[in-house]
């Protein structure tokens, strides 16, 4: 058993708590090898960001739970090593079952997701109490999640989104005690979160998606106020880094994602941690594609994970000081 606090982590509560009142939201990055890891923690820290690192069910089973557990711990020295001590979350993203997320509490995270939104409305609440009163017990804060999102979610599969019915959060928020609350108004998860069919286009071609349901975000707020949201689904999907891609060989369709200024939208009210991974996997393999493309002989992995880190690193550097408006919060 090992407390997060031996580890030099933070859970949300304070967090969210400010980033609701200052009107900015936590990023939340997903991470699976040290690549990623490097370039968000650097990115953190030269913004001045506090982060939290997301751990989904799928990054355990490629990188192995142990190290990817040590290389968290890591982060907290390494940030310190970098020059400014930021304030870092590890988080379990999309928790399917309670045994998951009472594993990951008891080897360090200091915050997790239950993911019970597939599931009929009484079982999602007590599924999500059950991880909320052993999370607590040892100071470790909770993500609930509302209504579902269209696409893939880890092992939770639904195919098409439903929306968060705002007369059921304040019920589930009270019979609960999650610390924060997932909620569905449109976004999804993936490169490729609308049909070309849902979306106008530009003349030179490029998809503008229908806008995120803001009416249902201002309901929830109305119904709980101040409480803190998660969207998940966040990434924007940049054109250039799709065009990157398809320019070295990709073969990325109809790739699109949600507006930036939507998002920034989106973190001024409620919402105060946005979910972002598909976006640095854009930048990374673009990043790599060119490398590889412009240098055929080269096969050594630093000559292009590097590059890849950097890309990352900018991207995550733009989220902080651009769209999700918490650099300088750290
Ligand atoms: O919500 C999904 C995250 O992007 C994690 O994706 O299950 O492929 O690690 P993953
Ligand atoms: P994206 O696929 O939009 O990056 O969403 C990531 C996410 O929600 C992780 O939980
Ligand atoms: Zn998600």
Do not use: W
């Amino acid at each position: 058993m090992t407390s997060y606090k031996e580890l030099g982590l933070v859970n949300t509560r304070e967090l969210f708590r400010k980033a609701v009142a200052g009107g900015y939201a936590i990023p939340a990055y997903n991470f699976n090898n040290l690549e990623q890891l490097q370039a968000v923690i650097q990115a953190c820290v030269e913004t001045r960001s506090p982060v939290i690192l997301q751990v989904s069910s799928g990054a355990r089973k490629y990188a192995n739970k142990t190290l990817l557990r040590y290389l968290a711990q890591g982060a907290v020295e390494y940030a310190k090593e970098l020059g400014y001590p930021i304030p870092i979350v590890l988080h379990l993203d999309h928790g399917d079952t309670f045994e998951l997320c009472k594993e990951c509490i008891d080897s360090g995270f200091s915050s997790v997701m239950i993911d019970g939104s597939h599931h009929p409305y009484e079982k999602n609440v007590a599924l999500t109490k059950q991880v909320v009163e052993y999370a607590h017990a040892r100071d470790v804060t909770v993500e609930g999640e509302l209504g579902v999102l269209a696409g893939v979610e880890d092992d939770v599969s639904a195919e098409h989104s439903h929306y968060t019915q705002p007369d059921q959060v304040q019920d589930f928020v009270k019979k609960t005690g999650v610390d924060s609350l997932a909620i569905s108004i449109g976004t999804s998860h993936g490169a490729t979160k609308f049909k070309p069919e849902q979306c106008t286009r530009t003349p030179d071609g490029v998809l503008v998606p229908p806008d995120l349901r803001f009416d249902i975000l201002e309901e929830v707020e109305r119904r709980i106020p101040g409480f803190p949201i998660v969207l998940h689904g966040a990434s924007s999907v940049p054109v250039d880094k799709v065009k990157q891609i398809n320019s070295y060989g990709g073969k990325l369709k109809d790739a699109v994602g949600i507006p930036e200024s939507q998002l920034r939208r989106a973190a001024a009210s409620a919402v105060c941690k946005i979910n972002i991974d598909s976006d640095a996997r854009l930048a990374m393999t673009g990043a790599i594609r060119e490398v590889l493309a412009k240098n055929p002989a080269e096969f050594d992995p630093r000559k292009y994970m590097g590059p890849a880190r950097e890309a990352a690193k900018e991207l995550y550097k733009h989220k902080n000081q651009d769209v999700l408006g918490s650099a300088g919060h750290a």
